[in-house]
């Protein structure tokens, strides 16, 4: 059974949390449904999906065997101890996908919210009317002044899936500059 992340030795490193979540403790031992799904957790944005297969070989975890003399342990160099016997792994063959810090509250409240900007952080575009903050792709999360105006807050890049969630208030977004520009984008709004 692996550490728990309070007793991790000076050289652990905590990757991240694994969970199972269609796991059932009252299931049978013989349902492997749970085995198809498999979420590793990195930090708190992104997570990996894969599942649990059965090694074709089993695996034997091995170390040098230690001696006490006194109060100073020492390795003997030819024994050898099996910690553990390894039979299955779990394989993650797709891309990390982000996540939110809300994950945690369940598929109702779920959300893949990257990050919170300040609009104030983002970039106004006068001409195409929208705000612009850089992605971790390279590319840009974009959101329109329209969408905004009508109190949508989550600006998405059209290259990755990541999204942002936008802090503003509205009545710190530019104003239309004259009355023409408030029919022209009533126009663009308004389904036919």
Same mark, same amino acid.
């Given at each position: 059974?692996p550490a728990?992340?309070?007793?991790?030795?000076p050289?652990s490193? &905590?990757v991240?949390?694994?969970?199972?979540p +269609?796991?059932n403790?009252?299931?049978?031992?013989?349902?492997?449904t749970?085995?198809k799904k498999?979420?590793?957790y990195?930090?708190?944005?992104?997570?990996?999906t894969?599942?649990v297969?059965k090694?074709?070989?089993?695996?034997?975890?091995?170390?040098?065997k230690?001696?006490?003399?006194?109060?100073?342990r020492?390795?003997?160099?030819?024994e050898l101890?099996?910690?553990?016997?390894v039979s299955?792994k779990v394989?993650f063959?797709?891309?990390?996908?982000?996540?939110g810090e809300m994950? +945690? &509250?369940?598929?109702?409240?779920?959300t893949s919210?990257?990050?919170e900007?300040e609009?104030?952080?983002? @970039?106004?575009? @006068?001409?195409?009317q929208?705000?612009?903050?850089?992605?971790?792709?390279g590319?840009?999360f974009?959101i329109?002044i &329209?969408?905004?105006r009508?109190g949508e807050?989550?600006?998405?890049?059209?290259?990755?899936s990541?999204?942002i969630?936008?802090?503003?208030e509205?009545?710190?977004?530019?104003k239309?500059?004259?009355?023409?520009?408030?029919?022209?984008?009533?126009?663009?709004?308004?389904?036919a």
């Amino acid at each position: 059974m692996p550490a728990s992340p309070t007793s991790l030795s000076p050289e652990s490193i &905590a990757v991240g949390r694994l969970v199972f979540p +269609d796991y059932n403790s009252s299931s049978l031992a013989d349902d492997k449904t749970w085995h198809k799904k498999v979420y590793l957790y990195v930090g708190k944005h992104q997570r990996l999906t894969g599942e649990v297969k059965k090694l074709p070989k089993p695996l034997a975890v091995v170390r040098r065997k230690l001696r006490e003399q006194g109060h100073q342990r020492q390795e003997q160099e030819d024994e050898l101890e099996v910690v553990e016997i390894v039979s299955w792994k779990v394989v993650f063959s797709n891309r990390p996908e982000p996540v939110g810090e809300m994950e +945690d &509250a369940g598929p109702a409240k779920m959300t893949s919210i990257y990050d919170e900007i300040e609009i104030e952080d983002m @970039t106004y575009d @006068t001409a195409l009317q929208i705000y612009h903050y850089p992605c971790p792709c390279g590319d840009r999360f974009e959101i329109g002044i &329209a969408e905004l105006r009508d109190g949508e807050d989550i600006a998405v890049c059209p290259s990755c899936s990541l999204m942002i969630r936008v802090v503003f208030e509205v009545d710190d977004l530019p104003k239309l500059e004259d009355e023409g520009d408030a029919q022209l984008v009533q126009q663009v709004e308004t389904p036919a």
